[in-house]
């Protein structure tokens, strides 16, 4: 059974620093892509980072550009998602979803979903 996990969320204070973790179960996370969104409350769900199945090919919101790096571990079948300089409007629920096409993922048209992780900046 595929399954996604997320940890790592919290409450930080503007520019701080988080990582978040996502683990893998049912499949391997090196021959799919996979990517980060965030909900943030009375908003609809975006796209935060994508990470193309090559391990190369990278996307990220221009919002968090230089400052939020996407990863990933094949031995431990982990995506993370290392956020620094947090702000306030990085507020909301962060979730890993899994696609076989890139175009589908960056639409957030993914077939599989964690079920989130929440991630506070306030001071």
């Known amino acids: 059974q595929w399954q996604l996990v997320e940890s790592g969320g919290g409450v930080v204070q503007p520019g701080g620093s988080l990582r978040l973790s996502c683990l893998a179960s049912g499949f391997t996370v090196d021959f799919f892509h996979i990517g980060w969104f965030r909900q943030a409350p009375g908003k609809e769900r975006e796209g935060v980072s994508c990470l193309g199945s090559s391990g190369v090919r990278t996307w990220y919101a221009e919002s968090v550009k230089v400052r939020f790096t996407i990863s990933r571990d094949h031995a431990k079948n982990t995506l993370y998602l290392q956020m620094n300089n947090l702000r306030p409007n990085d507020t909301g629920t962060y979730y890993c979803?899994?696609?076989?096409?890139?175009?589908?993922?960056?639409?957030?048209?993914?077939?599989?979903w964690g079920r989130g992780t929440q991630v506070t900046v306030s001071s």
């Open positions: 979803a899994e696609e076989s096409g890139w175009s589908r993922l960056m639409r957030g048209e993914c077939r599989h």
